[in-house]
């Protein structure tokens, strides 16, 4: 698809909208001056009880206004127009029903990922009614109770208030850590900074003594940088850590918590919904071409398990939902999962146990010459 086609014509028909916007303000002014005129001499020639010929001076008006002839002015852009549209029909086929498969669709799974998708997004009151519109009321509550957590705690972010959001990094911090997310660290360190700006250095500091000394070993730089700001108390915006105080630092972690409560929920970041609808938007014009290669032989396209050429997808649209151990060359399971080791190549756990004699002892990875100690490996999920 020429693209740049399609933005070429677009600036042309934006220059002549602009341009015919202008020269009929142009005309409006004239029409509005040459009646204001006409109102000038029929009233004055009242006032002087002269007699007028009214029926010459509508006509003179009349051919004063033709003149002016606005609708004529706006041809030139109603044309433009039209070949733009001709453009988007010739490049956008509104007819995408040619890249359609007959395939069965489970409508109640189907159902369920619509409804997750608003309950995801915050819009609870559309996901129940689409939920009572096909029959599953029930399955409502479930699903959106979650998601409602989620956004209480937003909100409160939305606020600065991080009391819901440490309640429940709290009462979730074993399964955060055991997935590597530093999420916790980083609410704990929201929160130091807003003590340090609102309350003393006393306050700050007994804080830190409190939330922030257990990441001291594995987080020791940043613990120096927030223990730096307690020589600034009163003034942190002029200090050496004023970027701390940034209101995008809200934003950001609000995204950190959005993707951290998803992954513990056991599902994406992004709606499942979204992806696949923008995957298809991607992907559609060259079904499309490939259909018009195909014509009068839409039996074969409906048979296809996979397509004879291949079809580009950015890169945040390729998933591997499969791992394969490259040592046991078996797929990771629920109970055998994929781990990452420190070196950055993934084993099996089952595999990274045996190697390791049930983690008794380092190992070399199997594919570089880095030891390996099996308490560090971190599964990963796909």
């Not at 915006?237 to 995008?248: T, V």
């Not at 934003?251 to 599902?267: H, S, Y």
Request: hydrophobic fraction near 40%; charged fraction near 20%; glycine fraction near 4%.
């Amino acid at each position: 698809m020429e693209l740049s086609t399609i933005k070429d014509a677009f600036e042309r028909v934006t220059k002549k909208q602009t341009l015919s916007c202008s020269k009929t303000q142009e005309a409006i002014d004239h029409i509005r001056h040459e009646i204001e005129s006409v109102l000038d001499t029929i009233q004055s020639v009242n006032n002087a009880d002269h007699e007028l010929d009214y029926k010459t001076v509508m006509s003179e008006l009349k051919a004063s206004l033709l003149k002016a002839a606005p609708l004529s002015q706006m041809e030139g852009t109603q044309k433009e127009l039209n070949k733009y549209g001709k453009l988007l029909e010739k490049y956008f086929n509104p007819d995408i029903s040619k890249a359609y498969r007959n395939i069965d669709i489970d409508i109640h799974t189907l159902n369920q990922i619509i409804a997750n998708h608003f309950y995801r997004q915050g819009l609870f009151e559309i996901g129940d009614n689409f939920m009572n519109v096909v029959g599953e009321p029930e399955s409502a509550a479930i699903m959106k109770s979650p998601f409602l957590e989620m956004y209480q705690i937003l909100e409160a972010m939305q606020n600065q208030n991080l009391e819901p959001a440490l309640n429940w990094a709290a009462t979730n911090s074993d399964k955060l850590d055991l997935s590597g997310s530093d999420i916790v660290l980083k609410l704990h360190t929201m929160q130091f900074v807003k003590v340090l700006q609102n309350g003393s250095r006393e306050e700050a500091l007994s804080y830190a003594r409190t939330h922030l000394s257990p990441f001291a070993s594995r987080y020791m730089t940043e613990i120096q940088k927030l223990m730096g700001c307690l020589l600034w108390t009163g003034k942190l915006d002029r200090s050496p850590y004023h970027a701390l105080l940034s209101l995008s630092n809200w934003d950001k972690l609000a995204e950190e918590l959005k993707r951290q409560f998803c992954n513990l929920l056991g599902q994406s970041y992004n709606s499942p919904l979204s992806v696949t609808v923008a995957a298809g938007i991607q992907v559609l014009p060259s079904l499309l071409k490939f259909m018009s290669v195909m014509a009068g032989k839409k039996h074969e396209w409906q048979s296809m398990n996979q397509l004879p050429v291949p079809v580009e997808l950015d890169s945040e649209f390729q998933f591997h939902s499969i791992f394969v151990c490259p040592v046991s060359k078996e797929q990771a399971t629920g109970d055998n999962p994929p781990m990452l080791m420190a070196c950055g190549h993934v084993l099996c756990k089952q595999s990274i146990l045996k190697i390791s004699k049930n983690c008794t002892k380092v190992f070399k990875c199997p594919y570089c010459p880095f030891d390996i100690d099996a308490g560090q490996c971190r599964q990963l999920y796909f």
